[in-house]
């Protein structure tokens, strides 16, 4: 288990307690946290810190995949790892968030069907010995999916308070990319089948 992994893990874990703090209900306890007035704009403080924990997690995506190609400990457990840990955190929210009213349910169901046909075609050609990484496409929609929902966590402050609603943009831009990159990786491993 070397480092990258060790990160990779850790937003598994991180993925545990962004769970926990938007779903918990703190009410039941007669635990009141704290609800913020920004200009109108009413925030559950439970998202800011589900939202900070979304930030790290996603940043840690970029740091474990730096380390790992600049100290050459790619590895195929690696890059399985990677893959499951970035939908396990990004698909979590998605169900949060579609939800509780704050994305189209829609947005969820293609995003995670997407995910599950490219996971079916990812074992199909490990059964071949071949590790499929992440395309760019596919790096591109995870980075727009991951600062549309930071910005959501935040209730897309400051953007909402210019009426630019940047969280939902990033969002559905996302879903249409996952969708493109899912035919790539279609296209890659019936090429190289």
Not at 9 to 24: G, M, V
Not at 91 to 98: D, K, R, T
């Amino acid at each position: 288990m070397n480092l990258p992994n060790k990160i990779t893990i850790s937003r598994i874990i991180l993925t545990l307690f962004i769970i926990f703090f938007c779903l918990f209900p703190f009410y039941s306890l007669n635990i009141n946290l704290p609800v913020l007035n920004v200009k109108g704009i009413i925030i559950d403080s439970k998202y800011i810190i589900a939202g900070i924990l979304f930030v790290i997690a996603s940043i840690s995506d970029f740091i474990d995949g730096k380390i790992a190609r600049g100290r050459g400990m790619v590895t195929d457990t690696g890059k399985l790892l990677d893959s499951i840990a970035d939908k396990v955190l990004v698909n979590s929210v998605l169900v949060i968030f579609a939800s509780n009213g704050f994305i189209s349910p829609v947005v969820a169901v293609i995003y995670i069907f997407r995910d599950e046909v490219v996971n079916v075609l990812r074992m199909h050609a490990l059964r071949y010995g071949r590790v499929v990484p992440a395309s760019m496409m596919g790096k591109i929609k995870t980075f727009c999916m991951m600062s549309g929902l930071s910005l959501m966590f935040f209730y897309n402050i400051p953007f909402e308070l210019l009426n630019i609603h940047l969280d939902k943009f990033l969002v559905y831009f996302a879903t249409i990319l996952s969708v493109v990159s899912g035919f790539e990786y279609y296209f890659a491993i019936m090429k190289n089948k």
